[in-house]
C-alpha cells in the first residue's frame, strides 16, 4: 500500500508518500480499501512527534477514513467484502489501506457520498461522546463551544442546536463568526477582541452555560469555570492553549461543577465499539435527514500531505480537510 510518513519529526515538509506492507485484517477486524481520510489537529502534533499513537496501533497518521471493505478477518459477521463504509480509528489513515477493528467501521449516512463520510467519524465521536455520553448535555440546555468554526467546533454546534441546546461560540475572524450564526450558534463571540466570560454573562442573564466544550485547555481554565451555571460542566479535549494552569476548588465548589479532560484515541476498542453504536442511534438519523451536516473545506491528494497540513497550521479553514487516494 501507498502510506504517508513522517520520515522526521517537524513541519508539514517531513510528510512524504512511501510503500508499506499491505495490514492483514487481525480477528475481529476488517481491511479497508481507504477512498479518503480525514484530517485532525491531534495529526499536527504527531507529525511533530509530540502525540504518539496508542500501543498496537498504526505509526501511520490518520484517525478516520472512508472506504471499501477488500478483507474480512476471522470472527467478522455481517460485514462483507465490497461493501462502503467510514471507520474511526487510533491511527493508519493516511494511507491507500487500514486495518480497523469491525466495531468501529460506521455506515455511510444516506445521502453522504463516499468521499465526504471521511469528515465524519473523529469528530461525530468525539463531540457526541463528550456531550452527550459524559456531559449528559440535553434539550433546554445552553453550551459554550470554542473554536465553532473548526472540524469538531461545527459538528458540535450542529448537533447541540439539532438536540434543543442554545449555543455560543467563539470564532476568531468575522467570515468565521457568520459560518457559526449559518450554522445555528445563537451568541458568536470575537476571541480576539471580546471577553466571552462576559458575553455569556450577559447572554444569559448571569445564569451561566450547562455545558462547556473546550479545545484550549490551560489558557482558558478559569475563564471556563467562570463561565459555568449551577451543576455545570468542563469538558477539555485539547491543550492550545497549553496544560497546565491553576484552579479554584472554591469555585468548582460553590457551583457544584465539574471539570472532565478526555480524550477519544486512547479508549478501548470495546468503548470505541459502544460510541460507534450511540453514533449509528442518535445521530446518523440527524445527518441522514440532512440537520446535521458534514462540512468539508477542501481535499487533496493523499500526496499533498504537505499542503493539508499546511492548511490547517494556517487555521484559514472552516469545517475538515480531507486526502483522497
Ligand atoms: N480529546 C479528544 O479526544 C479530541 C478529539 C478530537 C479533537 N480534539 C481537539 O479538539 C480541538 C479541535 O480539533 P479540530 O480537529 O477541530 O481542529 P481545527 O479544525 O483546526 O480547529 C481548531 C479550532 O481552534 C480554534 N481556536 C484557536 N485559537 C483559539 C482561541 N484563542 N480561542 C478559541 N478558539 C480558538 C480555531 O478557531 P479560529 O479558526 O476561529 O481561530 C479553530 O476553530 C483540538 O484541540 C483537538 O486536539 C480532541
Redesign the pocket.
Known amino acids: 500500500m501507498r502510506a504517508v510518513v513522517a520520515t522526521e519529526p517537524g513541519g508539514p515538509e517531513v510528510l512524504n508518500v512511501t510503500d508499506l506492507p499491505d495490514p492483514e485484517p487481525g480477528e475481529g477486524e476488517v481491511v479497508l480499501d481507504v477512498v479518503a481520510a480525514g484530517l ?3 495529526d499536527l502534533l504527531q507529525r511533530q512527534g509530540f502525540y504518539p499513537p496508542p500501543p498496537g496501533a498504526s505509526e501511520v497518521i490518520g484517525m478516520e477514513v472512508s472506504g471499501r471493505v477488500s478483507a474480512v478477518g476471522e470472527g467478522v459477521s455481517g460485514i462483507e467484502v465490497g461493501d462502503e463504509a467510514c471507520a474511526l480509528l487510533a491511527g493508519g489513515g493516511y494511507a491507500t489501506k487500514v486495518a480497523v477493528p469491525a466495531g468501529q467501521l460506521l455506515p455511510v449516512p444516506p445521502g453522504v457520498d463516499l468521499v465526504t463520510a471521511a469528515a465524519l467519524p ?2 461525530a465521536a ?1 463531540v457526541y461522546s463528550n456531550l452527550v455520553l459524559t456531559a449528559g448535555m440535553r434539550n433546554g440546555d445552553t453550551l459554550l463551544v ?8 461545527s459538528f458540535a454546534i450542529q448537533l447541540a442546536v439539532a438536540s434543543g441546546v442554545r449555543v455560543i461560540t ?4 468575522a467570515e ?1 463568526r457568520a459560518f457559526c450564526r449559518d450554522l445555528g450558534a445563537d451568541v458568536v463571540v470575537d ?1 480576539h477582541e471580546e471577553d466571552f466570560v462576559e458575553v455569556v454573562r450577559e447572554a444569559t442573564d448571569g445564569a451561566g452555560v450547562d455545558v462547556v466544550l473546550d ?2 485547555g490551560a489558557k482558558y481554565l478559569m475563564r471556563n469555570v467562570e463561565v459555568l451555571a449551577l451543576d455545570g460542566r468542563l469538558v477539555v ?2 491543550m ?2 497549553g496544560t497546565k494552569a491553576e484552579l479554584d476548588l472554591n469555585a468548582l465548589l460553590r457551583k457544584r461543577a465539574g471539570v472532565i479532560a ?4 486512547g479508549r478501548s476498542v470495546a468503548e470505541k465499539t459502544e460510541i460507534c453504536a450511540g453514533l449509528v442511534k442518535d445521530v446518523w438519523p440527524l445527518v441522514a435527514a440532512g440537520t446535521v451536516r458534514p462540512i468539508v473545506e477542501g481535499t487533496f491528494p493523499l500526496e499533498q500531505a504537505v499542503d493539508a497540513h499546511r492548511l ?1 497550521t494556517e ?1 484559514s ?1 472552516t469545517g475538515k480537510i480531507l486526502l483522497t487516494t
Request: no cysteine; net charge positive; charged share 10%.
Open positions: 485532525n489537529r491531534a473523529e469528530v468525539t470554542h473554536g465553532g468554526s473548526g472540524g469538531i467546533g467563539t470564532a476568531g475572524t468565521k476571541y479545545n484550549m479535549i485539547g492550545q492553549g478526555t480524550n477519544l484515541r490547517m487555521g479553514h
